[in-house]
């Protein structure tokens, strides 16, 4: 992951993902009353009204459900990467099917629609998103083809 | 068939588009004005309001220009079927017995460019957006993208919903994009979310409507040719929906609040999708429009191929869609946006439409918004 090992490497959001890890699981919620799963964390389950959820980490791969590719700069704000159009390179997003557990919406590391397909297999991973004021590379989570 | 409880007498609208100078507030109150001339009202007429604007200012504060009558006034906000409240509140102040005459206001002005979504008030954290997935228009590509997957949709149709939104719009002197596209223009323009390019798009835009409602019963002393509102109904996402802005979604599948709003409705009116003679339905891009026929129950997933390659939804076709250019042509000025697709309905109905008017004498209207955060508004209209 790290592309300069002398580049310090934050999150983008405490308790988004397992940090640090070799192997980064994202983490989500699970209802102590119906089993549902959520993502990210929260309190209270839109399924069945119970109040209470304990935190687990999410499955590491899983499958392509839908996608499509962000073709021109966000807003920024919020957007906190590289929205300049000059710039901009397209990055898809899509969710991707947890077996069992729950579909989440991620960045995808492919831009290319020749290279995606719904139903293929995924897994998780971290990519920069921007360096900010302390020089540190600010991570965020996004799915990656298993070849 | 119900009794008609409510009747919609006066209509007004200031054009849709952009308006160097015109605030949004004026732009509503610009459309209550020619609403109250059209009704043969005075504003001190008006016993209530309900008025809806997602960014151009509280509308209770339009009575400083419209008149100080200390008539109830009461503001409306409610995401993309702000102005669809709006209508649903009006309606059953009067169904109630309460009022015997009141105006649902819509307005808006947005800057240009996609949305700016603020992810605290709609209840998402900072990374979320900062991460580049606070986009509306990202759900339209992946919902439509899903869907020409199961249901055999291809990038013709998409194409042609769009082709025909600019033809319509062409027709509209309150349209916002008057200028007809073709399917080859509307593919060859820039990819913004694969599959749906900019011209599949709608734009965030300005403009206002208002619409005067009375008692069915004393519906004549306002107009010769009233139309009755048979239902309004708005209804929220049940688990397991696909929604914009949902960082995640539940494997068990709901088939979302057109579905509800739309049965809903239909029940309430004592009609079914068979019975309706024109139908706006939310088109934020071509793909929607698609989608939303299937979903409101004018055909079955997957016949809309067939039905949009036949001409099935255009003016002259078997069930006219969109018949005003919908928000591909107009713009989709939040508090407006719905209002907007119940004044091309009662336009219809009474047969004022002009050159886009729906031919043998349509009697019955349907319309349907959807927005963020997984919310729909259904009305039925018949004279
Ligand atoms: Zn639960």
Request: glycine letters at 12%; hydrophobic letters at 35%; a negative charge.
């Amino acid at each position: 992951m790290a592309t300069d090992s002398a580049t310090k490497q934050v999150p983008v959001s405490e308790g988004v993902f397992t940090w640090p890890s070799d192997e980064p699981r994202l983490l989500g919620s699970k209802c102590t009353d119906c089993g549902n799963v959520m993502f990210p964390t929260q309190s209270g389950c839109p399924k069945c009204s119970g109040q209470s959820t304990e935190t687990i980490e999410l499955g590491r791969t899983g499958t392509l459900w839908t996608w499509t590719v962000q073709g021109y700069p966000p807003k920024s704000p919020p957007y906190a990467g590289n929205a300049d159009p000059k710039t901009f390179e397209a990055f898809g997003v899509g969710y991707v099917e947890l077996p069992g557990e729950v579909k989440v919406e991620t960045r995808l590391t492919v831009n290319d629609p020749e290279q995606l397909n719904i139903g293929m297999e995924m897994e998780l991973t971290l990519v920069p998103l921007y360096t900010n004021d302390d020089g540190e590379e600010v991570m965020t989570f996004a799915f990656a083809p298993i070849n | 068939m119900t009794t008609d409880d409510v009747a919609i007498v006066g209509i007004g609208m200031h054009p849709f588009g952009r308006h160097e100078g015109v605030s949004g507030m004026d732009m509503g109150v610009a459309a209550v004005r020619s609403a109250c001339a059209d009704a043969g009202v005075q504003w001190e007429d008006i016993q209530f309001a309900f008025g809806g604007s997602a960014s151009a200012g509280a509308p209770d504060t339009m009575v400083s220009k419209l008149g100080l009558t200390g008539l109830q006034f009461i503001n409306v906000v409610n995401g993309c079927a702000t102005g669809g409240s709006a209508l649903f509140s009006a309606y059953n102040s009067i169904k109630s017995g309460m009022f015997d005459l009141g105006i649902a206001i819509g307005f808006d002005k947005h800057d240009r460019g996609a949305f700016r979504v603020n992810t605290k008030a709609s209840g998402l954290s900072d990374w979320y957006g900062e991460s580049g997935m606070a986009l509306t228009t990202q759900f339209f590509g992946m919902k439509i993208n899903r869907y020409m997957h199961e249901h055999g949709i291809t990038e013709d149709s998409l194409a042609r919903v769009s082709e025909k939104a600019f033809r319509n719009g062409s027709k509209n002197e309150n349209a916002w994009r008057r200028r007809p596209l073709s399917m080859e223009e509307v593919k060859q323009s820039a990819m913004l979310s694969y599959p749906l390019t900019q011209y599949m798009f709608c734009s965030p835009g300005e403009g206002g409507v208002a619409l005067i409602l009375a008692r069915a019963d004393q519906a004549h002393k306002y107009t010769d040719t009233p139309v009755f509102l048979k239902a309004a109904v708005v209804r929220s996402r049940r688990f397991g929906s696909f929604e914009v802005m949902a960082p995640h979604i539940a494997l068990e599948h709901n088939a979302g609040p057109t579905v509800d709003a739309s049965a809903a409705a239909f029940e309430m009116a004592g009609m079914g999708p068979d019975d309706m003679d024109i139908a706006q339905l939310q088109d934020t891009e071509s793909g929607a429009e698609i989608m939303h026929m299937a979903e409101n129950g004018f055909c079955e997933h997957g016949e809309q191929e067939h039905m949009l390659a036949m001409g099935d939804t255009e003016i002259t076709g078997r069930l006219p869609v969109n018949t005003d250019g919908g928000c591909l042509a107009n713009g989709e000025p939040i508090g407006a946006s719905g209002l907007r697709q119940v004044y091309e309905n009662v336009l219809q109905l009474r047969g004022d439409a002009g050159e886009r008017q729906v031919p043998n004498d349509p009697k019955t209207a349907y319309t349907h918004v959807y927005g963020a955060p997984g919310i729909s508004g259904v009305t039925i209209l018949a004279k």
